[in-house]
């Protein structure tokens, strides 16, 4: 029971996982990481209910949306719920294969099509099965693809609630930074006018305090883990953008950063090694292994394989908040959303964007080889494959490339793709390797 009270099944699972993995990582004293995380899952499962119970004006968003510009609203009155979170909850501490199975079921059954990103048809699903609190409005953005507009679409339609899309500019200019600034002014009013909530600059300034702490911590981490040989496991690289994306703003982000950040520099001083052979690093480019995350360990402990680094772990620390006038926190906001979030970052505007990207993440961490995984329902990630296969000709990296699900372990079970990878690498990774 959550809270003392019974609550929808999909949570009860959910937060029953997070107390069992309480204490089996309570035994493992050093490690922090997975502690942190079942902390601030934990936590944010009691916001959602605490909502419920207290009343409190409920804001629907997508993931896009940057929770900071939220926390200026506030929390004893208003909680804003990220609804692709239930999948995320559901993927790294419950059962995928069950509930978000179940829940991307029940929105192809009501017409959303297969063809869509399987995040946004979770999300769509936990609403058709009324498995989410009931919102008072909407605030989304069009980004970071395709598919989320089709959710978004739905959400404004279905929910019959005030609702405000922001149009989200093809590229991140100054220009560009100033009109989604201008915009997001627009949002304030508006939910302001149709919630009868005030909105206080104050707030946001702690929030973008908050945001720029957790962001100096993250941009050491990213730092840290580029020397050999690896010391932090690969699946933490994964686990980032779940924390950024719903808590940035919230004080438990900052505390997620300080723990994984310690859990890195104490393993590297201890010259603790991820992996007993020879190091093979590989660059992801895509979507993270959510479905299984001891997946990264099958990786690193039979292949010798390590992920130092993935598109959906890099953060960059230049990035901080500006907080010396409204103007700049909110063009701040905006620029994080453009150019310091994962996929917006990459695959908004040219696609050199998700080159350059790429050719930095294989310097800097030292690649052996890539992976760009083919997530079902990732238009942008199918458009730029054969880009990403030149540029890896040209740098001498060989690139696995193959179809699977972020969220849905159905599409391609995992033996499958243990059996590409270890293919890929007898075959191709460690000769490659060798001849240089």
């Not at 909105?199 to 981490?221: G, P, S």
């Not at 010391?231 to 004080?251: K, L, R």
């Not at 908040?321 to 908004?348: C, H, V, Y």
């Not at 391609?412 to 890929?424: A, G, M, Q, S, Y």
Request: net charge negative; charged share 25%; with cysteine.
């Amino acid at each position: 029971m959550i809270q003392g009270k019974e609550r929808w099944q999909v949570w009860e699972e959910a937060y029953e996982s997070i107390t069992i993995l309480e204490d089996i990582f309570s035994v493992a004293s050093d490690d922090r990481t997975h502690s942190a995380l079942l902390k601030i899952y934990k936590s944010y499962i009691h916001e959602v209910f605490d909502s419920m119970d207290k009343g409190k004006k409920i804001i629907f968003g997508n993931f896009a949306v940057p929770g900071t510009l939220m926390r200026g609203f506030n929390t004893d009155e208003v909680f804003w719920y990220q609804l692709e979170a239930l999948s995320v909850i559901q993927s790294l501490v419950g059962e995928p294969g069950v509930w978000n199975a179940k829940l991307a079921d029940a929105a192809e059954a009501a017409g959303m099509a297969p063809e869509i990103c399987s995040v946004d048809r979770i999300a769509h699903g936990s609403w058709i099965q009324k498995v989410i609190p009931t919102p008072d409005a909407g605030f989304y953005l069009t980004t970071p693809c395709d598919s989320q507009t089709c959710l978004v679409n739905n959400m404004v339609t279905e929910t019959n609630k005030p609702t405000i899309v922001l149009d989200m500019p093809y590229k991140a200019g100054k220009e560009d930074i100033a009109y989604i600034a201008r915009q997001f002014r627009g949002v304030i009013k508006f939910l302001e006018d149709h919630l009868k909530i005030k909105y206080d600059f104050d707030r946001l300034k702690h929030a973008c305090e908050i945001y720029n702490k957790m962001m100096v911590n993250v941009a050491d981490w990213v730092e840290l883990r580029r020397p050999r040989p690896s010391s932090q496991p690969s699946e933490t690289v994964s686990i980032m953008a779940a924390v950024v994306t719903v808590f940035s703003g919230h004080q438990s982000s900052v505390d997620y950063s300080i723990e994984t950040l310690a859990e890195l520099k104490q393993f590297q001083a201890k010259g603790v090694k991820t992996v007993g052979g020879d190091e093979l690093r590989a660059i992801w480019m895509g979507t993270p292994y959510w479905t299984d995350l001891n997946f990264y360990n099958w990786l690193e402990g039979e292949l010798n394989v390590t992920v130092p680094m993935d598109m959906f772990g890099f953060y960059l620390a230049e990035n901080v908040i500006d907080t010396s006038s409204e103007k700049s926190m909110l063009e701040g906001i905006a620029w994080n959303a453009m150019r310091n979030f994962p996929m917006t970052r990459q695959l908004l505007g040219s696609y050199e964007n998700y080159l350059d990207d790429y050719r930095m993440l294989c310097r800097n961490y030292d690649a052996d080889f890539a992976v760009i995984p083919g997530h079902l329902g990732c238009t942008h990630g199918w458009g730029i494959s054969g880009l990403m296969r030149e540029e890896s000709e040209r740098m001498g990296i060989p690139l696995l490339s193959f179809e699977f699900d972020m969220l849905d372990p159905r599409v391609k079970p995992r033996d499958d793709v243990e059996i590409l990878f270890k293919n890929f690498v007898e075959d191709i990774v460690l000769p490659n390797k060798a001849a240089r």
